[in-house]
């Protein structure tokens, strides 16, 4: 007897993205089974793509709701996004508040990475974009007080980690008491760290999935603002979950902002 893991059933805290069959035309949603439970493959977080739509027809789970007075109505809160690679995340915050999906506006982009894509990307959205590089600094401290100091001269009201891959010190979360999100490709407290999706795999899990966090010292501890499930299937490698797990970091990011910036958290 085979058994997969059932996404119909929801809690009343939580919203239910089932799988859908694309249309030109505003067709319902509606779930699919079997083959259908597949997604093409969208750039890792690493790669030098543009930020592509990969096809969502797989059951999700996400929790909990922000109600869209949220998300379009509140005054626009200043963000510092934090980026050391591909910056796909920085992008689908840039096209959610575009979308008049997030009210926003996007400060400054700060990345350590020379290489990373995220800057690129900032700058066709027009964000000021500000290398520093950790390589250049003699502690996480001074590292941190330079970026403490970059946001406050852009401004900024709410730093988020989308793909940051330094561990931050007392300078910067004091600096930003409860103001920093991270954004993380596990059901947390299951897999911290890094290759967190390589470490569901090899525990052989049958749900995966993203959380947005609030920022403390210890790694990917903080509290829990908005997590996304979705299922992992009998042939998945990393590449393929994490296409489909970045598909809902896209989702849950943007109203993780709206929630914190609304203080309902």
């Known amino acids: 007897m085979s058994f997969s893991p059932d996404f119909t059933q929801q809690s009343p805290d939580a919203t239910f ?41 797989f059951p999700s789970l996400i929790s909990p709701t922000v109600s869209a007075d949220i998300l379009r109505t509140q005054t626009p809160i200043k963000l510092g996004i934090l980026a050391s690679g591909s910056g796909s995340n920085f992008e689908a915050v840039a096209q959610a508040i575009k979308d008049g999906q997030l009210s926003a506006q996007i400060q ?23 290398l520093l590089n950790h390589r250049d600094y003699k502690s ?15 401004d900024v009201e709410l730093v ?64 829990i603002l908005m997590q996304a499930a979705v299922p992992v299937l009998p042939d998945d490698t990393p590449e393929t979950l994490h296409a489909r797990i970045q598909v809902q970091e896209h989702r849950i990011l943007p109203a993780a902002i709206a929630l914190v910036a609304s203080g309902d958290f």
Not at 144 to 152: P, S, Y
């Open 17 to 57: 993205y089932p799988a859908r069959r694309r249309s030109a035309e505003n067709v319902p949603w509606e779930p699919l089974q079997g083959d259908a439970l597949r997604t093409e493959v969208a750039p890792e977080e690493d790669s030098p793509a543009e930020l592509t739509h990969p096809d969502t027809s």
């Open 108 to 130: 400054v982009l700060i990345y350590n990475n020379p290489d990373a894509y995220a800057a690129v990307r900032a700058a066709k959205w027009g964000v000021p974009a500000v």
């Open 140 to 154: 996480r401290e001074d590292l941190d007080r330079q970026i403490v100091q970059t946001l406050r001269e852009y």
């Open 160 to 223: 988020v980690m989308a793909g940051w891959m330094r561990l931050v010190t007392s300078v910067l979360i004091d600096a930003y008491p409860d103001k920093i999100i991270n954004i993380h490709p596990s059901l947390l407290p299951s897999f911290k760290g890094s290759r967190a999706i390589e470490q569901a795999l090899a525990e052989g899990v049958k749900i995966a999935g993203c959380t947005v966090h609030l920022v403390c010292l210890e790694m990917d501890s903080g509290s």
